[in-house]
Nanobody, 119 residues
Framework: QVQLVESGGGLVQAGDSLRLSCTVS????????MGWFRQAPGKEREFVAS????????YYANSVKGRFTISRDNAKKTLYLQMNSLKPEDTAVYYC????????????WGKGTLVTVSS
């Protein structure tokens, strides 16, 4: 059974940095992509960043490009999201997800971790 468990969320001030982690258990994702999504209060879930696990190719939403960095550690089976220069509008529940690299869909989802950025 595949499990994705996020950690690292919390309350920070605008301009601060935070690193989210997503630990994978149950399988390896060599042919998968993994990503981060977020859902702010009253809004739909949106894409933040993704990475092709084997190649390391990354993609970002325009709203976070230049501030956030997605990365993975194969040995630790962990996905990261380094978030710098945080803004109040980054406040959301952040979800880790995984899906086949050849598909536009995500198959597995974590339960999320809350990031709150105060002004």
């Amino acid at each position: 059974q595949v499990q994705l468990v996020e950690s690292g969320g919390g309350l920070v001030q605008a301009g601060d940095s935070l690193r989210l982690s997503c630990t994978v258990s149950g399988r390896t994702f060599s042919s998968y992509k993994m990503g981060w999504f977020r859902q702010a209060p009253g809004k739909e879930r949106e894409f933040v960043a993704s990475i092709i696990w084997s190649a390391g190719t990354t993609y970002y939403a325009n709203s976070v490009k230049g501030r956030f960095t997605i990365s993975r550690d194969n040995a630790k089976k962990t996905l990261y999201l380094q978030m710098n220069s945080l803004k109040p509008e980054d406040t959301a529940v952040y979800y880790c997800a995984a899906g086949p690299a050849v598909s536009s869909q995500m198959t597995y989802w974590g339960k999320g971790t809350l990031v709150t950025v105060s002004s």
